[in-house]
């Protein structure tokens, strides 16, 4: 699904320079036969005109050299980059644009210049611009190329990180879901003939977009990312590395410099021959130890931390992460002295909105969520407002690279709009539910993936008949496969939660509870790192009852995707659609007959009124919310650490704002939210 996807007029002189830029590029030959035109007509009047001819034909001259210089090289000889043929260095900042409202772009870029950042360097999500196989969306949050054109308006250049794979703590790693669907078999970052065809495909769409872009071409992309971390993946498969290089390389030449990333102990299988080697790593105190390591892989060449960590990510269940300022300066100053170019990541972190989050192989299950905000306790917080931390990197960047005459913006305005009261539609599981939110059933013998269902997230309803006659009282139900979050009920009536996460796969069922055995899965996001990245989800493996498999499933699906159809939902509800909330009236009660769906309105009176807001979801138990038809991502304040969801200002509008949840949990008796005007990060509910 495409969050905040209102296409934003693009500005004309960027439309006009872009053009020129491309008509440069494919055209050079054009202006020198123009000239000869010029000097034929000359002719007649040669004489009259020989010396301001001469004078206009050296300027030309000197222009198109100027132009013909325009390079962004490695001079390994004396271990540096050069730019236009004069030694550079960047200090840089990661921004990813799939991670903050369009209209925040701007701002968001002139606080890192302001720092005395001279780059920006992000990520391109494969999954965000071809959510379906054959289907592409370059506009809203996925107009790339108005990104790269801010960047330049605010005097950035760009590091470009393409991938195909990303980590980034996005599901699969940036990754389609349907990759999966399509090649249930396919093995990706590897030579797999498969997985090579889509991402030449992939390649050819993005990298086509790009080229004009690349430093050579007049554009600002002066690096680009040949894989990510290679190193730590299993594979090290050198085939791989190497076409991959090959196909980048047929489309950037030499109009901008080929990198790799790795940490310092992987590099190995991280290096490609021909590609600069780069490295990643935090705070240290043996900073040159670790430049040995690259030097036994890369003897020469500028030295790169091309991910230097400020902050750290977060799952659910934990604390928040926490980095000190006091902590990253030293080693921040001994890289500057040792003449590195550094990237901040992230020095802007952002929002996984909507279902984009991803996960980690940690923990007891080999399983933990990501939480929906990316604050990464980065130098800007996650509505882009500078911290001390960004102050004090700032004053160091000022030691070492000329300062742009730019003020620090001020931190956007927040408000506490206060408190607003839900109204309960209906439950999921409601005729009226099924009808308006399924985007349809299959049956099947054996149980389905949301891949083989061809679902991105959300949830799917599994279903099916248990037997007439329990051997024990209670018998055992075994869900082996569960990936990643099994809400169970039986006859519509909850009995119980098992969890990849915990893990806790088994749960008792008396013979007395019913019939009907219903399993909603719930996808808390797709493996972003590791071995597992073709992460399927749902009932992955046979269901059984103590010994016996069950069969003959219904797998409806909701996949949460369409916010035009909870309305439809919300409008058409009746009063029998709203069995199951009668039990709302009893304290932080759990949603006994499926998740149910609350809506509610927040009214702004006046423009000078709109400002970033907090939604509070202090009593509430699991789910997502959306604001005006956007996803605002998933909140989970029952085991924190995030209480509150980060609303952009450009989200809400003057007038009536519709706020929808879809509660897969419990609801407080009051069934009520507010809105405050800072976050609550770091604690739970």
């Known amino acids: 699904m495409l969050i905040f996807s209102t296409a934003i007029k693009h500005e004309d002189k960027w439309e006009m320079l872009m053009q020129k830029t491309r008509n440069d590029f494919l055209g050079r030959e054009e202006l020198s036969g123009g000239l000869g035109m010029e000097l034929e007509l000359s002719n007649l009047n040669i004489m ?29 000889k004396n271990d540096q980059f050069l730019k236009d043929g004069r030694p550079f260095r960047f200090i840089s900042g990661s921004f990813h644009y799939f991670r903050a409202h369009p209209e925040t772009w701007s701002r968001h870029l002139r606080t890192m210049r302001a720092a005395g950042l001279n780059a920006v360097t992000t990520y391109v999500e ?76 992939w390649y050819n769409q993005l990298m086509t977009r790009m080229a004009p872009y690349l430093y050579g071409n007049g554009g600002p992309i002066i690096m680009v990312q040949v894989e990510n971390e290679y190193g730590s993946f299993f594979a090290c498969d050198l085939s791989y590395r190497n076409w ?12 901008a410099v080929l990198f790799t990333n790795d940490g310092p102990t992987v ?46 990510l977060t799952h659910w269940t934990e604390p928040m992460a926490n980095v000190s300022t006091e902590s990253i300066t030293g080693t921040f100053i001994d890289m500057l002295d ?67 005459d730019l003020p620090v913006p001020d931190p956007v305005p927040k408000r506490a709009y206060g408190t607003i009261r839900l109204s309960s539609c209906c439950t999921l599981f409601s ?11 299959v049956r099947s013998n054996k149980p389905k993936t949301f891949e083989a269902l061809d679902q991105y997230s959300g949830l799917v309803l599994y279903e099916t008949w248990l037997p007439t006659h329990f051997k024990r009282d209670p018998s055992i139900l075994y869900v082996p496969g569960l990936a990643d979050r099994g809400y169970v009920y039986v006859d519509n009536e909850f ?3 098992l969890a990849r996460e915990t893990p806790i796969y088994e749960l008792p069922l008396s013979a007395s509870s019913g019939r009907l055995l ?90 000078d009124q709109l400002a970033d807001t907090y939604l509070d979801m202090s009593g509430w138990g699991k789910g997502i919310v959306f604001i005006n038809g956007e996803n605002l991502g998933r909140y989970w304040p029952l085991v924190g650490p995030q209480v509150t969801l980060y609303v952009p200002a450009p989200v809400l509008k003057m007038g009536s704002n519709r706020v929808v949840l879809v509660e897969y949990q419990m609801a407080p008796t009051s069934m009520e939210l507010q809105f405050l005007d800072t976050p609550i990060l770091n604690g739970r509910s």
Not at 244 to 255: A, F, G, I, P
Not at 523 to 544: H, M
Not at 578 to 592: D, I, N, T
Not at 595 to 604: A, E, Q, V
Request: net charge neutral.
């Open 431 to 441: 005729s009226q539910g099924r009808q308006k939110l399924s985007t349809g059933v």
């Open 338 to 404: 040792s003449g590195a170019s550094v990237n901040f990541y992230m020095f802007y972190g952002g929002t996984n909105f909507g279902f984009t989050a991803g996960a980690n192989e940690n923990g007891p299950g080999n399983y933990i969520a990501d939480i929906t905000s990316y604050d990464y306790d980065a130098p800007m917080t996650e509505a882009g407002d500078p911290t001390p931390k960004y102050y004090a990197l700032r004053r160091i960047i000022a030691r070492y690279l000329p300062m742009p």
């Open 267 to 312: 590099l190995r299988c991280g290096k490609i021959q021909g590609v600069l080697a780069t490295m990643d790593f935090g705070a240290t105190r043996d900073l040159k130890s670790i430049w040995a390591k690259l030097r036994r892989y890369e003897p020469n060449g500028p030295l790169v931390n091309a991910e230097y960590y400020p902050g750290w």
């Open 518 to 607: 219903q399993i909603l899965v719930e996808n808390q996001g797709r493996l972003n790192y590791g071995r597992q990245l073709n992460d399927f989800k749902g009932l992955t493996k046979d269901v059984r009852l103590d010994k016996q498999m069950l069969s003959n499933w219904n797998m409806t699906k909701y996949p949460l995707e369409s916010y035009n159809d909870l309305e439809q939902l919300i409008a058409q509800s009746t009063e029998s659609a709203q069995v199951g909330f009668q039990e709302l009236r009893k304290p932080q009660l759990l949603l006994r007959s499926g998740p149910g769906i609350y809506h509610g309105t927040l009214t702004i009176d006046k423009d």
């Open 126 to 201: 494969w999954s965000l611009h071809n959510p379906r196989d054959g289907v592409y969306v370059w506009n809203g949050i996925a107009d790339l190329e108005r990104f790269i054109r801010l960047a330049v308006d605010e005097d950035l250049l760009v590091i470009l990180r393409p991938g195909p794979y990303i980590c980034a703590e996005r599901d699969m790693g940036g990754f389609p879901y349907w990759l999966l669907q399509k090649f249930p078999g396919i093995q990706l970052r590897t030579a797999d003939t498969n997985y090579l065809s889509e991402v030449r495909i």
């Open 48 to 76: 009259r005109f020989q010396h301001s001819f001469v004078a206009i034909f050296v300027i030309i001259s000197l222009l198109g050299l100027a132009k013909a210089k325009r390079t962004f090289e490695v001079d390994y």
């Open 244 to 255: 991959l290089r090959d196909e980048t390389q047929s489309y950037v030449k030499d109009n």
């Open 495 to 497: 009995v119980g939660i």
